[in-house]
């Protein structure tokens, strides 16, 4: 308390700040938001609570799965997206919102005051932490469903069409919906709204049109973040349900398109306002 | 170095800050005072680039803020007490924080030492009291080791060792040729650690003079109280020189228009001897309205000229 | 103030603590002094009267377009507005540390869990007469132009308006719950999206999945199926339930409760979690 000022002033350094000193550079920012998700002990609950509900979904809808259900193994392993996908979102919209919502952004965007790297930081952050609770998820899944894959349900066989591709699907839609969980998170400064718009962009939006199908609202269902849940379809799937859709087809990557595009849009918006809003 | 002019922040319909000019700079104490609302934390925003002006600029080092090769470097600041995530440690907001420039694990260990938090740098920033979340901004403002500071209420929440301190390392920080910009909303701290002070109400300039100059006026319109042997022949010697005296019970008298020195140094002068002599506490509700009513005068004779 | 000097030791009716209506009072003004009730309240009535018309217009293209039985659609999605409502009416008071104070003012700390209950039942209340009335103006148009004659006052329709107008307030006292429970709006959001909006649509995947829509070969399945019990069992259907005329029969592999039933469940669901959340305030700390 009573050494006031630094010892290294001591060595007589008159000017203070040396001009040469670099300043927040992306990889700093990056390294600054590593730090940032990792210091909570929130982000590693969250995590640990997607991977058990992915897991813990699959292993309870594959219990009433029947051989003669129509359902591939792929669907057993990754039914638990239904659920996980909540903590995806959550994910993303706390990385984003936590500043805000603590006036810690204050500090945040005195240190990068150009505030851009700091958004994109985030969205390598959530992007890596994505994958790995997907795959951590991917991987919970398949061994808790060992016993009902042994049982009724059909078992995990790669070699029918799309599988693979099912499987990784998971992977790939929590990533989608973690970064759309950031943009909107970034864009919306505030936790609840986030979240809650997010569920409806990607189930409540889907469920509500389903039950009324025709042109106009399988074009929507189609546009919505929620198509990016195709990607956890294995071909047959999405072979019928390109055939019953009034809208267009998506094929086997349109869904995953779409939650893109979606992704991208939200986040420009977002940086947009981050940019150009007063924070406060 | 900081130099604010003819800024303007409207939101909507309301101005918080109104064609404000002034600067701060390097070596000395700013002191920013004004009462709760006057827009002084407005002003800070904008200057650290939190927040757009509506008109009129700001600059630190020359630059905008957004230009600065190295804000953290270049300015300290601490806004808010409570501008760390509740969840995360002490340590670990600071490490983030120093992450974005490169600065390294020593140098925050160094700020955690000088603001007195090794003790609890492992411990939620939530957990903390408003003096420990005081030290905790202090700390981050002082990572970079910066040639200017920006304080908003820094002895906010406090207790007396830690107004103290941060007494004397604002001054300290000013004598090794930093720009110092503190703000308050009460005088006789400011007149403690402050060079300058700029008085703003409602979000205009009412003053940028010395500490001195702010003092005495202020005292000017307060009260001296002073109680002496012969109350008659002082208050008459009083009234010569133009004070106003009201006589209170046993031989106290309450004089208006004079300081202390005045009132010393007339009672030498009529030979009534002092028992007692005292300014009485000047409210800074009468300090500012003495302000605002003389605020054009005070802008004219101020050092950075007037806002309109 | 005058009137206890004047008679010290007698008890001035004035100087009495909180009483339950002073409580209720006190409540009222916290929730209707906060902007998000009435942005909460105002986006669910809106959302129910534009998507009631979107749906009754893509459906008035049917041949047996039945404007009544749109009604209930807007609420579907509205439904996620009466939750919010109810979770930030619940959970907002901690987390804005307001609970210090007021249960400061009123130490026995139930009270005031009981006037929240009544304040934002009332609240919600106004909300689902508002989005109910939105709703009938929403199926109108199409009504109109399909030459149909709408009839409030006809067959169960009066039941239905009474079950929709009851659902939003069940759902936001559901909320409300939850918030209390959980004390901070986020988990207190996000548990109450799983139980209410997730959990329904979890259990649709129970079992085998429903075969390709075909009208001409639709029948009831009577068999009651344990995704059906449980959907029927859950909060979010037990409340999607009330919405639908006693006629429509079960839902898909659930008992048949009737919307009363549906009604009942939801109000167990409430009670209880209010319940745990006045005696989580009694027992623990407040922050």
Redesign the interface.
């Known amino acids: 308390m009573t050494a006031l000022v630094t010892g290294r002033r001591a060595d007589g350094g008159a000017v203070r700040g040396a001009p040469a000193r670099r300043g927040p550079t992306f990889p700093r920012v990056l390294r600054s938001e590593t730090t940032r998700f990792t210091s909570l002990r929130t982000n590693g609950w969250l995590v640990l609570g997607t991977v058990a509900a992915a897991a813990a979904v699959a292993y309870g809808l594959g219990l009433f799965v029947r051989p003669d259900d129509g359902r591939s193994g792929s669907w057993v392993v990754t039914s638990g997206f239904v659920l996980a996908q909540l903590g995806f979102l959550v994910l993303g919209a706390l990385v984003a919102t936590a500043d805000h919502t603590t006036g810690t952004a204050r500090t945040t965007f005195t240190a990068v005051p150009r505030r851009l790297p700091v958004l994109l930081a985030q969205v390598v952050v959530t992007t890596v932490v994505a994958l790995v609770t997907g795959a951590l998820a991917l991987v919970a899944s398949w061994v808790a469903t060992v016993p009902v894959r042994a049982a009724d349900a059909p078992a995990l066989d790669l070699a029918v069409p799309g599988t693979a591709r099912a499987l990784l699907g998971l992977v790939l839609a929590g990533v989608g919906v973690a970064l759309l969980g950031l943009g909107l998170g970034a864009l919306l400064r505030r936790p609840a709204g986030a979240i809650v718009g997010g569920l409806v962009l990607v189930l409540l939006a889907d469920q509500l049109l389903a039950a009324n199908p025709g042109r106009f609202t399988d074009t929507l269902r189609a546009s919505l973040p929620s198509a990016g849940a195709r990607l956890l379809q294995d071909d047959a799937t999405l072979a019928a349900l390109d055939a019953t859709t009034r809208g267009p087809q998506l094929g086997v990557w349109g869904g995953g398109a779409v939650l893109a595009v979606w992704v991208v849009v939200v986040l420009a918006a977002a940086g947009y306002r981050l940019v150009r809003h007063d924070v406060r | 170095m900081i130099e604010v002019e003819a800024l303007t922040k409207r939101y909507g319909s309301t101005t918080a800050v109104d064609g404000l000019t002034f600067t701060a700079r390097p070596g000395t104490v700013t002191g920013f005072l004004g009462p709760n609302g006057a827009g002084k934390s407005t002003t800070m925003r904008v200057v650290v680039g939190l927040e757009r002006a509506t008109s009129g600029t700001s600059r630190v080092d020359g630059r905008r803020y957004a230009d600065l090769p190295a804000p953290l470097h270049a300015v300290g600041v601490m806004l808010d007490a409570r501008s760390a995530h509740p969840g995360r440690t002490a340590y670990k907001h600071l490490l983030s924080l120093a992450q974005t420039h490169g600065i390294g694990r020593a140098r925050v260990r160094e700020v955690l030492g000088q603001t007195g938090l090794e003790a609890v740098a492992r411990r939620r920033a939530g957990t903390f009291s408003l003096g420990m979340g005081q030290r905790l901004g202090i700390a981050g403002a002082l990572l970079g080791d910066p040639r200017t500071l920006v304080l908003d209420e820094p002895v906010n929440g406090l207790d007396p060792d830690g107004v103290l301190w941060v007494r004397r390392l604002v001054r300290e920080l000013a004598a090794e040729g930093r720009t110092v910009l503190l703000s308050s909303h009460l005088m006789h701290e400011l007149a403690l650690c402050a060079d300058r002070v700029v008085v703003i109400g409602r979000g205009r300039l009412l003053a940028d003079a010395s500490v001195q100059e702010v003092v005495d006026r202020s005292e000017r319109a307060g009260t001296v109280r002073v109680r002496t042997t012969d109350p008659e022949r002082l208050a008459r010697e009083l009234l010569a020189a133009g004070a106003e005296v009201t006589p209170q019970e046993g031989g106290a008298l309450h004089v208006r228009g004079a300081t202390v020195d005045d009132v010393g140094t007339a009672a030498q002068r009529c030979g009534a001897a002092v028992l007692e002599l005292a300014a009485e506490q000047v409210s800074l509700e009468d300090a500012y309205l003495q302000l605002t009513a003389d605020a054009v005068e005070y802008r004219a004779a101020g050092a950075s000229g007037g806002a309109r | 103030m005058s009137a206890a000097v004047a008679a010290p030791g007698v008890r001035s009716d004035a100087r009495r603590g909180p009483t339950f209506p002073r409580v209720v009072a006190s409540e009222w003004t916290k929730l209707v002094s906060l902007r998000a009730p009435w942005w909460t309240g105002g986006v669910t009535v809106v959302v129910a009267g534009v998507?009631t018309y979107l749906?009754a217009q893509?459906?008035s293209v049917d041949l047996g377009f039945d404007p009544v039985d749109s009604l209930g659609?807007g609420l579907?999605?509205a439904q996620?507005g009466a939750l919010?409502l109810g979770?930030?009416a619940g959970a907002g008071e901690f987390r804005t540390g307001a609970a210090r104070t007021t249960f400061t003012a009123v130490p026995r700390r139930w009270p005031v869990v009981a006037a929240q209950a009544l304040v934002t039942a009332a609240f919600a209340a106004v909300v689902a007469v508002l989005s109910v009335a939105a709703s009938v103006v929403g199926i109108l148009p199409p009504a109109a132009r399909r030459g149909i004659e709408v009839d409030l006052w006809a067959g169960e329709t009066p039941g239905v308006m009474l079950g929709m107008g009851l659902f939003v307030v069940g759902l936001t006292l559901l909320g409300l719950a939850i918030g209390v429970l959980l004390r901070r709006?986020?988990p207190a959001?996000?548990t109450t999206?799983?139980v209410a909006?997730?959990l329904p649509?979890?259990l649709t995947?129970?079992?085998?999945?429903p075969l390709?829509?075909d009208p001409a070969v639709l029948e009831p399945v009577a068999q009651v199926t344990?995704?059906g019990t449980l959907m029927v069992l859950s909060p979010g259907g037990a409340a999607q339930l009330m919405t639908f005329p006693a006629s429509s029969g079960p839902m898909e592999g659930g008992p048949d409760i009737g919307p009363v039933g549906g009604g009942l469940v939801l109000a167990a669901w409430v009670l209880v979690l209010l319940v745990a959340a006045a005696l989580r305030l009694r027992l623990r700390d407040v922050r």
């Open positions: 998507i749906s893509a459906s659609t579907a999605l996620v919010v979770v930030l709006t986020v959001m996000v999206l799983v909006l997730v649509v979890l995947m129970v079992g085998p999945p390709p829509a344990v995704g």
